[in-house]
Nanobody
Framework: QVRLVESGGGLVQPGGSLRLSCAAS????????MRWYRQAPGKERELVAN???????MYGSAVEGRFSISRDNDKSLVSLQMNSLKPEDTATYYC?????????WGQGIQVTVSS
């Protein structure tokens, strides 16, 4: 059974930083791309960052240069370092992977950027 469990969210002031982590189990972690999505109230879910099995990364335009995705294959962990946070980064953040064509999602974790 595939499980993705996010941690590290919370409340932070504008300009601050947070680090999200996602622990994966039930998949051959090193073989698959991992992604972070986010969804703000009243908005569609959007792709934040992707890291391929090779380690190649890609970012959404809204977070390019501020966020950094990384993976630790030994620990089956994918992380999202978020710097220079803005109020518009407020959303529920989801960890995602796809195995044999089937998408898997974490339960989501709230990030709130507010003074």
């Amino acid at each position: 059974q595939v499980r993705l469990v996010e941690s590290g969210g919370g409340l932070v002031q504008p300009g601050g930083s947070l680090r999200l982590s996602c622990a994966a189990s039930g998949i051959i972690f090193s073989a698959y791309a991992m992604r972070w999505y986010r969804q703000a109230p009243g908005k569609e879910r959007e792709l934040v960052a992707n890291i391929g099995a090779s380690g190649a990364t890609m970012y959404g335009s809204a977070v390019e240069g501020r966020f950094s995705i990384s993976r630790d294959n030994d620990k089956s962990l994918v992380s999202l370092q978020m710097n220079s946070l803005k109020p518009e980064d407020t959303a529920t953040y989801y960890c995602n992977s796809r195995s044999k064509g089937v998408p898997y999602w974490g339960q989501g974790i709230q990030v709130t950027v507010s003074s």
